[in-house]
């Protein structure tokens, strides 16, 4: 659809041109039947095929059948009543052959077919246009009107050839530099232009007039020699080219042309009668050659003002890049946003444009935005953002880094982009798009609007506006560096100002290059300094190697920690240690990680812990008291087992007492049994004492102690001891221990109670369920992995499913009157020893609760 509406849309222009060549077809053949010299059937000077040639080097050549077929109609109008049907149609034949092949000898060796301002472009074109093409169509025009109108074969050649040539270097100049150049001239040349060319063009019709139309007596500087009438032309025409260029020159030789063929065909100034046909092609000769080297001197002129004027740009452009460049080296990032609009204001200024802006793409390059403009006074600044599929050839050779030019050139003229439409919505007559690299990466685009008319970009200019590119690329790509790695530090001190413990940043030396405001008070309010609080710059670690030296607890374990995190033979470092208050003891954590970056470094931060350490102190009395509960209560329970376990060594010594009592009434007494039943006596007091020791130990509130124990005698007591209470509960406790020394470190009474509480549980599970074997298996052994390993078999009914983990928590139990305390306490009490403990269910009936502590490396050695 959108295709059938710009079919439509380029329809009317087309048809507006074709009529427009019909009826100027039409007027340049009347003109030439005027200016024929009959019989002669070429005309002195043949306007149409100048005018086809100037239409067809205007237009792209896909629409040249149309504009020849378009001039048809005013051939045919125009000839029918002057020649037969036959040779008007050959007469068409040979016009259109001629404009064909100037067009495209034009076309071929000129790279800009429709100006002649240079030297190459003239010589294309005169030898092209005004000579190639008049010579060759010359002699099929000739061949038509001989055997037609039997006129001689090389008097009509030779009329048509000087004819045409007069009239393609007069006519197609000043055809084209009228459509080409002409409004734009009128629009934007300086006033001082305008009036010198009313001046010029008066002066030029005037001396026309006095030559040609009305000449004066005496007018002439010597009476009766005759002056030439160039004499008083050729300085006009000079005027115009060097003045006004090749277009000057071209109208200035056509007027002057005009007027003289004009007054000789009507007899009229310096020609008294008409002119013969051999006065005529003397005339035609002599204005030819007085044409081609005007239109040289013209180009050549042209040229060089054109060089001096590109050099002048040239070298004010290379200042303002000098300039420019200079201009955001050391600027800081939060001037560079007005800089970049004044710059723009700059460029646009300097290139006289009405728009520039710089284009930034999105993140996710769907999207061009303006990030910075600046538009001329009373224009529309424009969309603010630009969608990109709307601009697919913009955003194409933007992401292949080519600048990108609306209008096209003028082999492409014709041909609109696929982006035509979109643009049209910002009134963008003409633009350069150039693309903002940096690093290998497409920043955006450097974006020219000329809105008041069609703007042409020279090559030269493009590559001048790259390089203004590529110092908006730099300065934005080192704004983006800098913003970011501000808005890093920004981030980097809002994150350490948020901490509240305090933080320092040290370098691969161990020189502070960053703190924050709690490590600064925390040094000041705490009698941390020995670690924290020194200032920027100072040396963390020679600050640590003195407090070494002066005997600082910890001081050579920080500075051995923090070396070993710089140096990357550890991945951090963590320590805790105290310091005395003002009031009462304070402690600290300190934790050294490494600088994720190339210059290496590392992170200290220090933390006051100590709320965290009375907390831990008052959670490690509660479960020394819960657990100091827990065995007077469990010793509660075990009353009846405890007294037998009494009685009978009492018992023993009663009786041995009461027979000591005998055997001393006996006289004379026997000392040998007295002897015996002392040393029973003695036996059985000690045998009593190592149970009320063992339950004196048990019950005991103390301090832990850490020491070397042998674990396998420790759990040979607790089984004597919780022999009778077994007994009672008909149940068997076996001991299948390791035959060597277990040898772990940790506090005697807790352990005895880890024991305690693990062979109470069994018995109690054995009493609760279903009849058994009603033993009790412990296990001991040392694993591969340096460490001992206990196990306490049951034969009771075990566990359910997923609650293997659920018996460690506190306060969980499965029996009707119990805390749920025992095997929670003995699970802290082996962690607090760096051991774990677990439980299992056995593959027949029970379960098995294991656990496992280190070795002593003391008693390994």
């Known amino acids: 659809m959108v295709t059938a509406m710009k079919r439509r849309a380029d329809a009317g222009p087309i048809l507006a041109t074709a009529l427009l060549v019909c009826a100027a077809y039409y007027v340049g053949a009347n003109v030439g039947f005027i200016l024929r010299f009959p019989p002669a059937t070429p005309s002195l000077l043949w306007p149409p095929n100048s005018i086809l040639t100037a239409t067809l080097l205007l237009s792209a050549p896909r629409r040249w059948g149309i504009y020849l077929l378009a001039a048809l109609p005013a051939h045919l109008v125009a000839e029918l009543g002057v020649f037969p049907f036959p040779l008007v149609l050959s007469l068409f034949v040979t016009n259109c052959s001629e404009a064909l092949l100037a067009a495209i000898c034009v076309r071929r060796f000129s790279d800009a077919p429709t100006h002649f301002d240079t030297l190459r472009r003239v010589v294309a074109f005169i030898v092209g246009a005004v000579l190639v093409a008049p010579f060759v169509s010359s002699f099929v025009d000739a061949a038509a009107v001989t055997a037609l109108r039997d006129e001689p074969y090389w008097f009509v050649w030779r009329t048509r050839f000087f004819s045409n040539v007069l009239t393609e270097l007069t006519l197609v100049p000043a055809i084209v530099v009228l459509i080409t150049g002409a409004p734009a001239w009128i629009r934007r040349a300086p006033l001082r232009n305008k009036a010198e060319a009313v001046l010029l063009t008066a002066g030029l019709l005037g001396s026309l007039v006095a030559v040609f139309v009305e000449p004066q007596a005496g007018a002439y500087p010597i009476p009766g020699v005759p002056v030439p009438p160039l004499t008083f032309i050729v300085p006009f025409v000079l005027w115009a080219a060097l003045r006004f260029g090749s277009s000057g020159a071209s109208l200035s030789l056509l007027a002057s042309v005009l007027v003289a063929i004009w007054a000789a065909t009507h007899g009229r100034g310096s020609f008294p009668v008409p002119l013969r046909a051999e006065s005529v092609l003397a005339l035609q000769i002599v204005v030819s050659i007085l044409a081609i080297p005007l239109m040289y001197l013209a180009a050549l002129i042209e040229e060089r003002r054109r060089a001096e004027k590109a050099l002048s740009e040239r070298l004010r452009f290379e200042e303002l890049l000098s300039r420019l460049s200079g201009a955001f080296v050391h600027l800081p990032s939060s001037e560079m946003d007005e800089s970049f609009r004044t710059w723009l204001r700059?460029?646009?200024?300097?290139?006289?444009?009405?728009?520039?802006?710089?284009?930034?793409?999105?993140?996710?390059?769907?999207?061009?935005?303006?990030?910075?403009?600046?538009?001329?006074?009373?224009?529309?600044?424009?969309?603010?953002?630009?969608?990109?599929?709307?601009?697919?050839?913009?955003?194409?050779?933007?992401?292949?880094?080519?600048?990108?030019?609306?209008?096209?050139?003028?082999?492409?003229?014709?041909?609109?982009?696929?982006?035509?439409?979109?643009?049209?919505?910002?009134?963008?007559?003409?633009?350069?798009?150039?693309?903002?690299?940096?690093?290998?990466?497409?920043?955006?685009?450097?974006?020219?609007?000329?809105?008041?008319?069609?703007?042409?970009?020279?090559?030269?200019?493009?590559?001048?506006?790259?390089?203004?590119?590529?110092?908006?690329?730099?300065?934005?790509?080192?704004?983006?560096?800098?913003?970011?790695?501000?808005?890093?530090?920004?981030?980097?001190?809002?994150?350490?100002?948020?901490?509240?413990?305090?933080?320092?940043?040290?370098?691969?030396?161990?020189?502070?290059i960053a703190v924050n405001e709690s490590w600064t008070r925390f040094g000041r309010e705490s009698n941390a300094a020995t670690y924290a609080g020194i200032g920027m710059g100072a040396n963390?670690?020679?600050?640590?190697?003195?407090?070494?030296?002066q005997g600082t607890p910890h001081a050579w374990e920080a500075l051995a920690g923090i070396e070993a995190v710089l140096d990357g033979s550890m991945t951090g470092f963590a320590l805790e240690y105290s310091g005395s208050g003002p009031t009462t003891d304070r402690w600290f954590a300190m934790s050294v990680v490494p600088l994720n970056r190339p210059e290496g470094g590392a992170v200290v931060s220090h933390t006051d812990v100590t709320e965290r350490k009375r907390a831990e102190l008052e959670l490690q009395r509660s479960r020394q008291e819960l657990a100091h509960f827990t065995r007077v209560s469990t010793m509660g329970e075990l009353s009846a087992s405890l007294a037998h376990e009494l009685s009978q060594p009492l018992t023993g010594i009663l009786t041995n007492a009461q027979a000591a009592q005998?055997?001393?009434?006996?006289?004379?007494?026997?000392?040998?049994?007295?002897?015996?039943?002392?040393?029973?006596?003695?036996?059985?007091?000690?045998?009593?004492?190592?149970?009320?020791?063992?339950?004196?130990?048990?019950?005991?509130?103390?301090?832990?102690?850490?020491?070397?124990?042998?674990?396998?005698?420790?759990?040979?007591?607790?089984?004597?001891?919780?022999?009778?209470?077994?007994?009672?509960?008909?149940?068997?406790?076996?001991?299948?221990?390791?035959?060597?020394?277990?040898?772990?470190?940790?506090?005697?009474?807790?352990?005895?109670?880890?024991?305690?509480?693990?062979?109470?549980?069994?018995?109690?599970?054995?009493?609760?369920?279903?009849?058994?074997?009603?033993?009790?298996?412990?296990?001991?052994?040392?694993?591969?992995?340096?460490?001992?390993?206990?196990?306490?078999?049951?034969?009771?009914?075990?566990?359910?499913?997923?609650?293997?983990?659920?018996?460690?928590?506190?306060?969980?139990?499965?029996?009707?009157?119990?805390?749920?305390?025992?095997?929670?306490?003995?699970k802290s009490l082996i962690e607090a020893h760096g051991g774990v403990i677990w439980a299992a269910n056995n593959p027949g009936r029970g379960v098995t609760f294991h656990f496992a502590m280190p070795v002593s490396i003391k008693g390994s050695e």
């Open 346 to 512: 700059r460029l646009g200024e300097f290139l006289g444009l009405e728009r520039a802006a710089l284009l930034r793409l999105s993140e996710d390059n769907e999207l061009l935005t303006v990030s910075h403009c600046w538009v001329a006074p009373g224009i529309d600044p424009g969309p603010r953002s630009i969608v990109i599929r709307s601009f697919p050839e913009t955003v194409e050779r933007l992401f292949s880094e080519q600048p990108f030019v609306l209008p096209r050139t003028e082999n492409h003229r014709d041909e609109p982009p696929k982006d035509e439409d979109a643009r049209g919505q910002g009134r963008v007559s003409s633009q350069l798009t150039i693309p903002l690299v940096a690093g290998g990466r497409v920043l955006g685009g450097l974006a020219f609007d000329a809105l008041a008319a069609d703007r042409a970009w020279p090559e030269e200019q493009v590559q001048w506006l790259r390089l203004v590119a590529e110092v908006f690329a730099s300065a934005l790509a080192r704004k983006e560096t800098v913003d970011a790695l501000g808005a890093s530090e920004l981030m980097k001190s809002a994150i350490l100002a948020s901490l509240s413990n305090g933080v320092a940043v040290v370098d691969r030396d161990g020189r502070v």
């Open 540 to 549: 963390y670690l020679e600050t640590c190697r003195q407090r070494a030296r």
């Open 662 to 826: 005998r055997f001393l009434d006996v006289t004379p007494p026997d000392l040998g049994e007295l002897r015996t039943i002392v040393s029973d006596i003695i036996s059985d007091d000690k045998r009593a004492g190592e149970v009320i020791q063992r339950l004196r130990d048990l019950l005991r509130k103390d301090v832990p102690h850490q020491l070397v124990l042998d674990l396998n005698a420790l759990i040979r007591d607790v089984a004597r001891l919780l022999s009778s209470d077994a007994l009672i509960r008909n149940v068997t406790i076996t001991l299948d221990l390791d035959p060597r020394p277990l040898t772990v470190t940790g506090d005697r009474v807790q352990l005895q109670q880890v024991v305690l509480n693990l062979l109470v549980n069994a018995m109690e599970a054995m009493a609760d369920g279903a009849e058994g074997d009603g033993s009790i298996v412990v296990r001991t052994q040392y694993t591969d992995v340096e460490a001992v390993h206990v196990a306490v078999q049951d034969a009771g009914p075990g566990l359910r499913e997923g609650t293997h983990d659920l018996v460690f928590e506190p306060f969980y139990t499965t029996k009707p009157a119990g805390m749920g305390m025992g095997l929670s306490i003995a």
